[in-house]
């Protein structure tokens, strides 16, 4: 199937009261295992990429890959930039076909980030491309990933308000005490700073870091405006951790043989999240 605007999958998420897993992939091995597994679940999907994958493939190549292997299944999906931290970037992943983009403008002064995504808005709508807005910064746990920084600020429910208003944005992504990475120690989500955001927003929420996530606290951030929960590092760690093992061992040296068995490692954590959100069957 084609890609279809991210927004359309978070509404139906909504009225359905469950959400959609956003999955970081890097090249056409880990695209195919999303949208493989997502046809054999029959649920929906966001396929996730941005500035720490585009030095494997750039926008284009990337965007051009992801759209041949969707035609090969009957997946309801979403191609995605993360992260972007670029109007540059922006523009390269619309031109690649990207159904939704992220103007991650969150560490910056909240005016510039509300007019960069007044330009975002400006171009993707359009398209019929959705648009991704942060407002609040989230931290870093460990050294796994490459997103988020040293210090969270969280979002202020009554600045919500003003700031999807202002831009037009499609979805907020929220920092109510998630960060990127793997939790070391449990997270303290707020969820009362999330019950108001949901009140003052009309538009789906996203929840950045949900690697590690307890499923309780998962479920509850869902019924409260939850839509798109994005999953990266629990990834890359199954990968890592098959390619280590295997090359411990002394076993598939040759790169194209270890590599595919790290991306079958992969398959688990996915079919977990897809249960998980409650997506699994929604498609």
């Given at each position: 199937?084609?890609?279809i605007?991210?927004s359309?999958?978070?509404?139906e998420?909504?009225v359905g009261?469950?959400?959609?897993?956003?999955f970081?992939v890097w090249n056409?091995e880990?695209i195919e295992?999303v949208?493989?597994t997502?046809?054999?679940?029959k649920a929906p999907?966001i396929?996730?990429?941005?500035?720490?994958?585009?030095?494997?493939?750039?926008?284009?190549?990337m965007?051009?890959?992801a759209?041949t292997l969707?035609?090969?299944?009957n997946?309801?999906?979403?191609?995605?930039?993360d992260h972007g931290?670029?109007?540059?970037?922006v523009d390269a992943c619309?031109d690649?076909?990207y159904?939704?983009?992220?103007?991650?403008y969150?560490?910056?002064?909240?005016q510039?980030?509300?007019?960069a995504?007044?330009?975002v808005?400006?171009k993707?709508?359009?398209r019929g491309v959705?648009?991704e807005?942060?407002?609040?910064?989230?931290?870093q746990?460990?050294d796994?990933?490459v997103?988020?920084g040293?210090t969270?600020t969280l979002?202020?429910p009554?600045v919500?308000?003003?700031?999807?208003e202002?831009t037009?944005?499609?979805?907020?992504?929220?920092?109510i005490g998630?960060?990127h990475?793997?939790?070391t120690t449990?997270p303290?989500?707020d969820?009362?700073?999330?019950?108001?955001?949901?009140?003052?927003?009309s538009?789906p929420?996203v929840?950045?870091?949900?690697?590690?996530?307890?499923?309780?606290?998962?479920q509850?951030?869902?019924?409260?405006?939850?839509?798109k929960?994005?999953?990266a590092t629990?990834l890359i760690?199954?990968?890592r951790?098959?390619l280590?093992?295997?090359?411990e061992r002394?076993?598939n040296?040759?790169?194209p043989?270890a590599?595919?068995?790290a991306i079958e490692?992969?398959?688990?954590?996915?079919e977990?999240?897809?249960r998980l959100?409650g997506?699994?069957?929604r498609?």
């Amino acid at each position: 199937m084609e890609f279809i605007p991210m927004s359309v999958l978070q509404q139906e998420a909504l009225v359905g009261g469950y959400g959609v897993p956003a999955f970081c992939v890097w090249n056409a091995e880990t695209i195919e295992a999303v949208l493989r597994t997502a046809e054999a679940m029959k649920a929906p999907v966001i396929l996730m990429n941005g500035p720490g994958e585009f030095g494997l493939l750039a926008p284009a190549p990337m965007g051009a890959v992801a759209h041949t292997l969707a035609r090969r299944y009957n997946v309801r999906a979403a191609l995605h930039l993360d992260h972007g931290d670029s109007l540059e970037m922006v523009d390269a992943c619309l031109d690649a076909g990207y159904t939704s983009v992220m103007l991650d403008y969150s560490l910056r002064p909240i005016q510039e980030n509300v007019e960069a995504l007044q330009r975002v808005v400006a171009k993707a709508h359009p398209r019929g491309v959705t648009v991704e807005g942060e407002l609040g910064t989230l931290g870093q746990v460990g050294d796994v990933t490459v997103e988020g920084g040293k210090t969270t600020t969280l979002t202020d429910p009554e600045v919500a308000a003003h700031f999807v208003e202002a831009t037009g944005i499609d979805t907020l992504a929220v920092s109510i005490g998630n960060a990127h990475g793997i939790y070391t120690t449990l997270p303290h989500l707020d969820f009362e700073r999330l019950a108001k955001i949901h009140k003052a927003v009309s538009i789906p929420l996203v929840l950045h870091g949900g690697s590690g996530t307890p499923p309780a606290d998962l479920q509850r951030a869902i019924s409260l405006g939850i839509a798109k929960i994005n999953v990266a590092t629990e990834l890359i760690t199954a990968m890592r951790k098959s390619l280590l093992d295997q090359w411990e061992r002394g076993k598939n040296l040759w790169a194209p043989i270890a590599q595919a068995v790290a991306i079958e490692a992969m398959i688990p954590v996915l079919e977990k999240w897809l249960r998980l959100t409650g997506a699994a069957g929604r498609a």
